[in-house]
């Protein structure tokens, strides 16, 4: 109940805000031919209005009125009335005066007619659209924000010019003057400044970033940005992300993005609509995403709008780029890991295209053989084959303004073919040598999108987006191991999903007050998993087993939501989620509310957030089993006996920039979320031959349902001066974990558990020549730590030696500690501009503690330390032609 007491005291407050300033006061005019600007004064000070008005129009007009009363707006038309000028609410207690149409009356002027003021804004050098760009309405004190395809309408305005703000991330902010009534135009962002007689470019208004009206947890990515962090050889979105608090990998080598602390499955993935179920190459290395690909990247984190849902922690919207409209352009780029390519052009002037591709190439460098002799002259292959590729694809085709079409493409896949010649007891020191005892195993798993979208402006102020998509992930695991010379263990395990979507979502700006949004989004999935395996205990003795778990369900989800602006300072956004899952029966109705509340347009922003979220997928890995599921993990939909995870959160911040070029944001957030799964045994090692099977009953007996709630702190300061770019982050945080089925009641802290986290970057950028220094801090992962050791067995025989472990998660690693750093240098040769990098990672050689393991020995307890990666230099260079 405590969620449902948290909405309802924010809707109080925010009632009795807007009740408080509405509030009945006594109104005097006595007004006799003084002129009309000196009557608008008096009025909006005794009256509380926010008038908005050209002076050209108040110029040379006086006004006669008399007046005694507590309504605002019969006061204002009072003094309006005989001056040819009509007075149009825009919203609760502000007006924008017109000249009047028509002919006037003595009871009221005639209204004037409303208009729309609509744009299109577009990357001055590539002529594609701008998602996302802020538009400022200086007078009315109005914001919003563009579509997909570049879009912003204001609507019901009267007539006439009005001063507006374009701001995009990356860009240079434009002022400039548009005038209601007219057709949509279209405005023009350059990296670079830019002047002309009807623009203005300024570096810095002083008066706050339009970014101000988005929800809290919401962040743009400045892709052009990443290339400035450290990262693995190249930019990468989600190392660039990790540079925000409360984001880290849930594991040092390998493991998703935790926002949070929260799982890495409670993220949701989107590329131009499609949902991406592994979004990781590299085991977890390197992302999926090609930043050079990506026009426009939105991250939610906690409570998100209602458009979006399916996972409870965070969604990752991302946009592909159209394709350069003006010119051609090639990209060719390479680091120690891989060698990628970008080639964007137009086809003609409606139509572009862009096509990427990627692959690494240490399989090509080192080999996927290695010959290995013992002294005895045997010999033996030891395979090493890695490697992984990807490649996008986008074609856009543009029929008319407001009328486009484009169709996306991304496949990737990850293969690797590995023979370890050494015995299960992970004796290290036997690898390089032929044995009898070996493992193998063929592991390749992949992503497959295709995505279509249709986007159309029915009217200036309904825009219908349409988007189809199918999503595809495959997984396939073939190993071999054989333990003894008699026994051997061979599998072959396939996972296959299916995603085939249909969204319909339409934008109806009714107003500057409302923008209304409503949607459908229908899907079909399908699960499929098989497993072959032949156990031969002997050679005589051979078990052979073959299982298939096929799923199917269907979705379909409708949401509607409000962006409302009742007074220039507020802004509330209220939504609904309906939902139903085939697999169970599963109804969820979930609410969504964010506010906005101005103090100061550029010290103080506040803003607060709750939503109730629902997630119909689960994702599992078998934990017994030597046989399959060794690197690949499954997802698992709900069904009548697997209840899906639901979660509530709510969060709040404030951002400020008390200074040129400084930026402060602190915010605080709570969450709790229900239904998850938990391991039911927490140290099961997969160590037995034999599993339970695939079926999804089998899997669900080795996991627990959960409980998990969480709460911290963020802060983040961002300093842009001249060359200089510094940024600083800290998150203060705990995630607690309970599974009531076993342990009861009490809490205990969560895997991904990290009181305190800190990063920095500090960021010099040149002509030719640039440098970062980045640091991260952070506390330990929690660990189990042993408080006994006992012996098992026959007092005879050697007795077996075993850990008692009667808490879990009761000690903590130490602190994690790393220090990068890189230089780059661009030039000009061969008619391209290159770009060298240089990165050291870990550049302080510090040896962290990434992992840790008790072992149990005849005379007590040995403890090994896994260290995470030393000091590595890594190589990127790039051309653009």
Known sequence: MLHRSVVLIVGLLIAGALGSSAQAQPIRLSLDDVPLATALAEVRQQAGLDLVYAERLVRDRTATCSYAGTDRSEALRCVLQGTGLAAERIRRGQYVLAASSGTETDDAPPKARRV?????????????????????????????????????????????????????????????????????????????????????????????????????GMMSVA?????????????????????????????????????????????????????????????SLISTFQTGTLQNTTLYRGSFPAEFGGRLSSVLDAQMKDGRRSEPSAVAGISVLSGRFRIEAPLSDQTSFMVSGRRSYIDKLIGRTHPVTDASGRRDTLRTGYYFYDTSAKLTHRFRPGHRFSLSYYEGRDDLDLRLPFDLSLDFSS??????????????????????????????????????????????????????????????????????????????????????????????????????????????????????????????????????????????????????????????????????????????????????????????????????????????????????????????????????????????????????????????????????????????????????????????????????????????????????ERSGDRWRPADLDVPLSVRGAVSWTGSTWEATLAAEARSGYPISVPVARYRVGDPVEDPSSFLYRPQINNGRLPPYLRLDASLGYRFDFLSARWTAKLTLFNASNRSNVVDRAYLPTSSGVAVDNQRGLPVLPLFEIEMDV
Do not use: C
Request: net charge negative; no cysteine.
């Open 116 to 216: 729309a003021l609509s744009g299109y804004v577009r990357d001055a050098e590539t002529g594609e659209t701008l998602p996302g760009a802020h538009v400022t309405l200086a007078d009315l004190q109005a914001g919003t924000t563009t579509n997909r395809a570049g879009y912003f309408v204001f609507s019901s305005l009267p007539p006439g010019p009005y001063e507006m703000r374009i701001s995009f991330l990356g860009f240079e902010t434009v002022d400039t003057t548009l005038v209601a009534g007219r057709e949509a135009a279209t405005i023009a962002l350059r990296p670079t400044t830019l002047s002309s007689d009807e623009v203005l470019v300024r570096a810095d208004s002083g008066n706050g970033d339009a970014s101000e009206s988005r929800p809290p």
């Open 223 to 283: 892709l052009d940005r990443i290339e400035q962090l450290p990262s693995l050889g190249e930019p990468d979105l989600f190392k660039a992300l990790q540079w925000t608090p409360g984001i880290r990998k849930s594991g040092v080598i390998s493991g998703g993005l935790s926002v949070r602390g929260a799982d890495p499955d409670q993220n949701l993935y989107l590329l131009d609509g499609a949902p991406v179920y592994h979004p990781w190459h590299a085991f």
């Open 431 to 740: 690898w390089l040598r032929p044995t009898d005892l070996f493992f193998e195993v063929e592991q390749g798993w992949e992503n497959r999108i295709v995505s279509a979208q249709h986007q159309l402006l029915l009217s200036d102020d309904v825009f219908l987006t349409s988007t189809g998509y199918y999503s595809g992930y495959r997984a396939q695991e073939k190993s071999f191991v054989q333990p003894t010379t008699t026994a051997s263990l061979r599998s072959d395990y396939d996972v296959e999903l299916d995603d085939l979507g249909l969204k319909v979502q339409a934008d109806y700006h009714h107003s500057v007050a409302h923008q209304f949004q409503v949607g459908l989004h229908v899907k079909a999935l399908r699960f499929e998993s098989t497993l072959d395996s032949r156990l031969k205990r002997s050679s005589g003795t051979v078990d052979t087993l073959s299982q298939e778990s096929p799923l199917d369900a269907v979705q379909a989800v409708a949401h509607v939501q409000d962006v409302w602006s009742p007074t220039p300072k507020w802004s509330i956004q209220p939504g609904l989620r309906l939902s139903y899952f085939s697999g169970g029966d599963h109804v969820h109705l979930r609410p969504r509310l964010s506010v906005r509340y101005s103090v100061h347009p550029r010290l103080a922003v506040v803003r607060a957030a709750a939503g109730m979220h629902v997630q119909y997928l689960h994702r599992l890995r078998d934990r017994y089993s030597l046989a399959y599921d060794l690197v690949t993990s499954r997802w698992v939909p709900a069904t009548s006996t697997i209840r899906p995870a639901s979660g509530t959160q709510v969060g709040a911040g404030i951002r400020s920039q008390p200074l040129p070029g400084l930026t402060l944001e602190l915010s605080g957030y709570s969450r709790w979320t229900r239904n998850l799964l938990v391991p039911a045994d927490v140290f099961r090692e997969k160590e037995g031959f034999e599993g339970p099977g695939i079926e999804v009953g089998a899997l669900r007996g080795q996991f627990a349902r959960g409980d998990e709630r969480a709460f911290g702190t963020e802060l983040t300061a961002l300093w842009e001066q001249g060359l200089w770019d510094v940024r600083f982050g800290v998150a203060t945080g705990r995630t607690f974990v309970r599974a009531p």
